[in-house]
Every structure is written in structure tokens, then in C-alpha cells.
């Protein structure tokens, strides 16, 4: 049992450039969720998809774009990769009103 | 503004001794309250919940929680630490609906010889 998989689980690119993460889930759970981490701050919420065919945005969406590709997958998306977003990425997924399961995360450097 | 508060940041104890990490939520209601661990390199593992009911939850690796509607408070305790419980701890809040997870900034726990 997968749970929820994420990858690249590292990567480092130059300002300006364009990437996806992936994200997958086998637990057939309606909600997925992009979260990043940064020193001090907890997670923040960057784009949440309450279930197959709907996204919305969280707490620090400027910069990202998502999709939901079925049920299973929930990608984001960096158009143009800053510093700033420097961070280690995590998806959830969930039932509604039930816990988070998390993979384990996707380490990224902007340089 | 609904919010999360771990007020440590970092608590250092001594293996065996009893641990008490706190958290603070400020909503209306009674949300649903977590609490998840981190280790290194990990992602975030489910220690308890409160959904309703009993306030006092257990959970996984001898963890339990009190909810204390009073004081908007759900803090996590264990009777003796290991060293394998050093790990950051976070605090989460549903507010309810399908509301997403509002998580606290966490709670760093070393634990020494």
C-alpha cells in the first residue's frame, strides 16, 4: 500500500524555470492538498482540491498553479521558479473532515 | 483571525522524563484537532485526533491529548520520552465543512541522555 507518493523527492533549478510535481494517491480519498515548509513556519497551504474536478487556492498560492488530474493525481506547477520558493513541498490527501496522510515530500532549491 | 499557536518552539528533555507540548486554537466552534510528528527527512505521521467525545484521546507511541474547551487548548503529553520521540510536533485544527488543515508552526523536541 503506496499511500501518497510524491516526486521528484529532490530537485534544484535556476531562477526562471519551469517545473511540475507530482502527486499520487492509492486511498481513494476524494481531497488533495499542496502544502510547503519552511524553517519557522509551519506548513502553509498553497492549493487544496476538495474533490475530483475542483481546485482552490490556500494561503500562498502566488506562484503555482495545480491541477487534478483525476482522482488520484493533484500536480503543482511552477511557472517561473524564484527563490523564494526555496522549500520542501508536501501533498496530503484526506477523506472529508478526516486526517491527512502526507508523502514524504519533495525537497526543492532555486538558485 | 482563526489561528494555531504552539507557543515553544524548542523544549529539550531528558530521556524518561514526562513531556508536555502545548497548543492553542482560536475558532468559534469546536473544530477537529490533530496532532502529527515529523522526524527528519519524513513527512508528517498521525499521532492522535478529537473529533468529539472523551477529551482525553490516546494515540500512537504512547501519546495522549486533552482537549480543554475552556481554555481553546489540546496538548500533547507522554508519561516517559524516549530518544526516539525526538522529532518536530505539529498542532492541527479542521474548522469544519471541508475546510483544509490550519497547522501551528511546530514544536522541536530534543531529547538528551
Known amino acids: 500500500n503506496a499511500g501518497v507518493t510524491q516526486t521528484p523527492k529532490f530537485q534544484v533549478l535556476k531562477t526562471g524555470q519551469s517545473m511540475t510535481l507530482q502527486c499520487a494517491q492509492d486511498?481513494?480519498?476524494?481531497?488533495m492538498y499542496w502544502y510547503r515548509q519552511d524553517p519557522g513556519m509551519g506548513l502553509r497551504l498553497i492549493y487544496y482540491?476538495?474533490?475530483?474536478?475542483?481546485?482552490d487556492k490556500g494561503e500562498v498560492p502566488n506562484g503555482y498553479n495545480v491541477s487534478r488530474l483525476n482522482k488520484r493525481e493533484f500536480s503543482l506547477r511552477l511557472e517561473s521558479a524564484a527563490p523564494s520558493q526555496t522549500s520542501v513541498y508536501f501533498c496530503?490527501?484526506?477523506?472529508?473532515?478526516?486526517?491527512?496522510?502526507f508523502g514524504n515530500g519533495t525537497r526543492l532549491t532555486v538558485t | 483571525a482563526q489561528s494555531v499557536t504552539q507557543p515553544d518552539i524548542h523544549i529539550t528533555v531528558s530521556e524518561g522524563a514526562s513531556l508536555e507540548l502545548r497548543c492553542n486554537y482560536s475558532?468559534?466552534?469546536?473544530?477537529?484537532l490533530f496532532w502529527y510528528v515529523q522526524s527528519p527527512g519524513q513527512g508528517l505521521q498521525l499521532l492522535l485526533k478529537?473529533?468529539?467525545?472523551?477529551?482525553l484521546v490516546q494515540g500512537i507511541k504512547g501519546f495522549e491529548a486533552e482537549f480543554k474547551r475552556s481554555q481553546s487548548s489540546f496538548n500533547l503529553r507522554k508519561p516517559s520520552v524516549h530518544w526516539s520521540d525526538a522529532a518536530e510536533y505539529f498542532c492541527?485544527?479542521?474548522?469544519?465543512?471541508?475546510?483544509?488543515?490550519?497547522f501551528g508552526k511546530g514544536t522541536r523536541l530534543s531529547v538528551i541522555a
Open positions: 478529537y473529533f468529539s467525545g472523551d477529551t
Open positions: 496530503a490527501s484526506s477523506l472529508a473532515n478526516s486526517p491527512l496522510h
Open positions: 492541527a485544527v479542521a474548522p469544519g465543512g471541508n475546510t483544509p488543515l490550519v
Open positions: 486511498m481513494n480519498h476524494n481531497s
Open positions: 482540491s476538495a474533490s475530483e474536478g475542483t481546485t
Open positions: 475558532y468559534g466552534a469546536t473544530p477537529y
